[in-house]
């Protein structure tokens, strides 16, 4: 599929369910382990790395400000470290977008706003 992408949308989640309210901290370490595998994948059947335009959105950031496990500061940068280590394996065309579906949410990263991106991004 990585060889026909012309462009991937990777949505992370740190909550147990759809339902949840509770954030999981493991839920970090497993789209880091997802990422290796990626990585590992991409390394053993590419001569050439393509630069391939992506979205990396976090979602539920709703529920950042109510973890008892950690500060909202400490996920966010864990996030956007996990978002590196996706940008060293798909390239800097990679926008990183903290998301909600809630009422809290800025008009710049609406689900409009993001199909937008995605549609552009495509192109």
Same mark, same amino acid.
């Given at each position: 599929v990585l060889k026909l992408a012309n462009f991937i949308v990777l949505m992370v989640d740190h909550s147990e369910s759809h339902v949840s309210k509770k954030i999981v901290w493991s839920r970090q370490n497993d789209v880091k382990n997802f990422i290796k595998k990626i990585k590992d994948n991409v390394d053993g059947n590419y001569d050439n790395k393509k630069s391939i335009p992506s979205l990396f959105i976090v979602n539920k950031k709703d529920l950042w400000n109510k973890s008892a496990e950690t500060?909202?500061?400490t996920l966010q940068k864990n996030y956007k470290n996990?978002?590196?280590d996706w940008k060293k394996y798909f390239g800097d065309k990679s926008e990183y977008i903290e998301y909600t579906n809630k009422n809290d949410? $800025? $008009?710049k990263n609406s689900s409009a706003a993001i199909l937008n991106k995605i549609c552009k991004g495509v192109k």
């Open positions: 500060s909202k500061e996990l978002h590196e949410y $800025d $008009d």
